[in-house]
């Protein structure tokens, strides 16, 4: 049974390198020109997103989420 996990990130490209280059994800899913890469391994889909993509839509209690990773500090 596959689990599915949507990470709201500032920087897809770099946060998709990381997880396929040096924690054996492999990439999945790639829409041209939208904000997204779907990555997996095993049983773990990663849906990553950044900002403009459809994660980052207003939650029912209309908070806006936040990016929890993708830029180093």
């Given at each position: 049974?596959?689990?599915?996990?949507?990470?709201?990130?500032?920087?897809?490209?770099?946060v998709s390198a990381?997880?396929?280059s040096l924690l054996g994800f492999r990439e999945v899913?790639?829409?041209?020109?939208?904000p997204f890469r779907m990555l997996e391994r095993g049983d773990l889909v990663l849906w990553v997103s950044g900002p403009g993509s459809s994660a980052g839509r207003p939650?029912?209690?209309a908070r806006s989420p936040v990016p929890v990773g993708g830029t180093a500090s």
């Open positions: 049974m596959a689990v599915s996990v949507r990470y709201l990130v500032d920087d897809v490209e770099t990381f997880y396929v899913g790639d829409w041209a020109g939208a939650m029912p209690t």
